[in-house]
Antibody
Framework: EVQLVESGGGLVQPGGSLRLSCAVSGFTFSNYWMTWLRQAPGKGLEWLANIKQDGSDKYYVESVRGRFTISRDNARNSLYLQMNGLRAGDTAVYYC????????????WGQGTLVTVSS | SYELTQPFSVSVALGQTARITCGGHNIGSKNVHWYQQKPGQAPVLVIYKDSSRPSGIPERISGSNSVNTATLIISRAQAGDEADYYCQVWDISADVVFGGGTKLTVL
């Protein structure tokens, strides 16, 4: 069974840090680009970052570049998002997803993990 | 930057055909993908590259794309089709772009 399971969300104060994880099973993780996206409460979807199969290429949306870092561990079938300098506007459900063929479309999604930035 | 425009809401009678549009400059030259999101759930890909269906998506869901408008078409609408629908493209100037989403109501 294909699964993407996010973890690591929670409540964090403004300026704080959080590391999200996405555990993957059911497909060969190392064959695919992977992506993080988010959805603020009651809002639409926003792409954040993606990473190439071997981790050699990474792309970020402007709003998180320099604050967030995407990484992966193919031996552990895991994707990560290190988030620093968190702001209230970063409050959202964060999803990991598989980029089907490296063309920026997402055929498998995790269930999401909620990050709340508040004092 | 690049923007995608979707209607905020669309209503369709049970068993009829719903059309959800996604407008963008020269969108016909791009690959458009559509996602369905039910309340409290993660998005699900329902159409990729304008008109292709992932496995498990029924044939009554289809897509088209031409000039400045892409369209998601849901035939024989069912109560289970009620959801938010998002279109998405990749643009060289803006990376991944999502439309604002359309809430589909089945009456």
């Amino acid at each position: 069974e294909v699964q993407l399971v996010e973890s690591g969300g929670g409540l964090v104060q403004p300026g704080g840090s959080l590391r999200l994880s996405c555990a993957v099973s059911g497909f060969t993780f190392s064959n695919y680009w992977m992506t993080w996206l988010r959805q603020a409460p009651g809002k639409g979807l926003e792409w954040l970052a993606n990473i190439k199969q071997d981790g050699s290429d990474k792309y970020y949306v402007e709003s998180v570049r320099g604050r967030f870092t995407i990484s992966r561990d193919n031996a552990r079938n895991s994707l990560y998002l290190q988030m620093n300098g968190l702001r209230a506007g970063d409050t959202a459900v964060y999803y990991c997803a598989r980029d089907r063929d490296g063309d920026f479309w997402f055929d498998l999604w995790g269930q999401g993990t909620l990050v709340t930035v508040s004092s | 930057s690049y923007e995608l425009t979707q209607p905020f809401s669309v209503s369709v009678a049970l068993g009829q055909t719903a059309r959800i549009t996604c407008g963008g400059h020269n969108i016909g030259s791009k690959n458009v993908h559509w996602y369905q999101q039910k309340p409290g759930q993660a998005p699900v890909l329902v159409i990729y590259k304008d008109s292709s269906r992932p496995s498990g998506i029924p044939e009554r869901i289809s897509g088209s794309n031409s000039v400045n408008t892409a369209t998601l078409i849901i035939s024989r609408a069912q109560a289970g089709d009620e959801a938010d629908y998002y279109c998405q493209v990749w643009d060289i100037s803006a990376d991944v772009v999502f439309g604002g989403g359309t809430k589909l109501t089945v009456l």
